[in-house]
Each structure stands twice: as C-alpha cells, then as structure tokens.
C-alpha cells in the first residue's frame, strides 16, 4: 500500500478536477485495485481544520509514512520571500512542503504551475510563485536543482494546463507497484512514456501540416492550424493525441490549436504583451529550424513541393 498526500498551493484546483475523471485507471481502481492510500486530499479528504495539521505533524515526526507527496499549483514564496501569501494549517505553505519534501518516497509535481511556476510565475510575478523544482525552464526552483526524494529520483513532473488525468493515476500507479524506477524521465523530469511524442503525433490534420494546407480556428477537417493561428502541436512534447482526453478526442482533433501546455515555456506570452495564451502569428514566430529539424528555408520549399506533387515527397512518407 502506498499513502499519499496530496497538497495544493497557488492553483484552479484545474488538476484536482482532471484527476477526477481519470478512466484508466479511474480514482476509485487506484483505492481498490492498486493499494493507493488517499491520505488527505484537499477536496476529497474527510479531515478538517486542526486533522488536517496532526496529519501533517505526524508524516514530519515519522509516524505516519509518507509515499507519495502530490503537489498542485504554484510554491508561493512572497511576498519577499515569507510565503505568507498562501498560509496553511497556520504555516506558510512552502514551509510544510519543504518539510514534507525529506520525509517523502516520491514527490510528484501536477501541472504547470507546480512543475514551471505556470500562470503565477508570469511577470510581474506578484506573488514570488515559483515551481517545485523548475522555474520556467531553468532547473531549481523552490526545492533545488539538487533536491531528491527518499526514493532516489528528483521530483516527477506531470506537466499539462490541466495534466491529463490517465497521466497522473498511471503514474501513482507505477510508484505504488514499485515500477517507478521502469519510468525514464526526459530532462525537464517529464515520464517519457507521455512526453516523447509531440502532440502532432497522431493529430488528424497532419497530412495539413505536410502540405501546408492553411486552417482557421474553429473550421473543422479545413487545414492546419500551425500556418494560420500558431498551433504549438509540432514543438509541444505530450501525448494528447495518442492517449486522448475522456478517450474520446483532443484539442486539435476539435479543431483548437495547441497551446503548448505541457512545456517549460507555457504561458509563451507574457501579460506585458497583452495576452498569456496568445499563440503565434502567421509565420511569424515559426522558429528559425522548422519542427522537422531542417531550415527554415528548406522546409517551406519542401512543402511547396508537396503539394504539387505529393506523391513522391519526402515530408508525406514521413507522415504516414
């Protein structure tokens, strides 16, 4: 049996509600079928108020053991570095979670906010937010770039605005199975089993996206929406089109481009440029090597080949 804890500091509770629906498996197959101990959650938990504070003095002292620390949302250290702006159990929330932290097998950081700082960490920052163990893309964060757990791995990072819920139980359930260390972990500590494909992969305008066949927001089955709106689908590293949301469909299958939610970058604009989801203009923010990894230059000549003769090009091969 593995306990959890589950934490959450500066958030929507945007992931709480993602791992509520979770399919495969669901909340209650991870109590019954995979031995996971629910802890304290804080929207499921049963105990309140001064519980809630013996629970955790108990974890820190060793009485109760701690498996699993989950954190959602944002480590909130202001103001000037206090974390007064997020009390709870009458501490400082980041102070519970540093002490938690060296009495945990695993930690597991839930979505962005948690794993790169998210939303809260876009400038001005007001609130000092940071990540559990990134702040943005650079390695350190709140708990450290050296920070491991008592289980010999750095915290692992679910990333997502929300993390998609099968991510999240697979994951728990691989700790509780004692397969965790099966689990390879790309270098921003994202599981590679959902984060090597990039969210393109499987995406069902792809042949689009070949042939450059430009798409406008909301037209279903009329083109890519890379060229018109800025869909991040060819530079985001998630799963989102191979394990698909409630098993039934995804943000590009729906025709919505992909925001690049699941990478260290997310919110790609800051509010100082007026909008945090805004995502890129035509060509204009296409990087200087396209996602295919050639230049820039050579990728559109290529694609302009493809769709006169798109039988015999090397981007629909690589396509299929």
């Known amino acids: 049996m593995a306990n959890v804890l589950w934490l959450q500091g500066g958030a929507c ?11 495969e498996p ?3 197959e991870l109590v019954t079928d995979f031995g996971v101990n629910i802890l304290w959650h804080p929207s499921i938990g049963l105990e309140i108020g001064e519980q809630v504070t013996h629970l955790l003095k108990d974890i820190i002292a060793g009485k109760v053991q701690l498996d699993i620390l989950v954190y959602e949302g944002s480590i909130i250290e202001g103001p000037h570095g206090t974390g007064t702006m997020n009390y ?13 932290s060296k009495t945990a097998g695993y930690v597991v950081a839930i979505g962005d906010c948690a794993t790169w700082g998210g939303i809260p960490a876009v400038p001005p ?8 163990q990134f702040h943005k893309k650079a390695k350190g964060g709140f708990l450290g770039a050296g920070y491991v757990s008592k289980g010999g791995l750095p915290v692992i990072n679910i990333p997502g605005c929300p993390a998609h819920p099968d991510w999240v139980t697979q994951i728990l359930v691989a700790i509780s ?6 689990v390879l972990i790309d270098e921003f500590h994202r599981p590679k089993t959902f984060f090597t494909d990039f969210v393109q992969t499987g995406c069902t305008n792809v042949v689009n996206f070949a042939q450059k066949v430009n798409g406008g927001f909301g037209k279903r089955g009329n083109g890519c929406l890379f060229y018109e709106v800025g869909c991040r689908g060819p530079m985001t590293r998630a799963s989102c089109n191979r394990i698909l949301w409630n098993r039934t469909s995804s943000k590009t299958r729906a025709n919505h481009p992909c925001l690049g939610c699941t990478e260290p970058g997310f919110p790609h604009n800051d509010l100082a440029k007026g909008s945090v989801f805004k995502t890129m203009t035509y060509l204009g923010f296409v990087p ?3 996602p295919t990894g050639e230049s820039q230059l050579g990728y559109f000549f290529k694609a302009g080949i493809e769709k006169i003769w798109p039988k015999n090009s090397a981007i629909t091969e690589g396509s299929k």
């Open 26 to 28: 669901t909340v209650v």
């Open 288 to 290: 200087r090597e396209a």
């Open 13 to 23: 509770s945007g992931n709480t509600m993602s791992f509520l629906n979770a399919t």
């Open 88 to 100: 709870f159990c009458e501490r400082p929330m980041k102070d519970w979670v540093k002490e938690l």
């Open 125 to 132: 920052n007001p609130s000092e937010s940071t990540g559990m």
């Open 177 to 182: 199975t004692g397969r965790i260390g099966d």
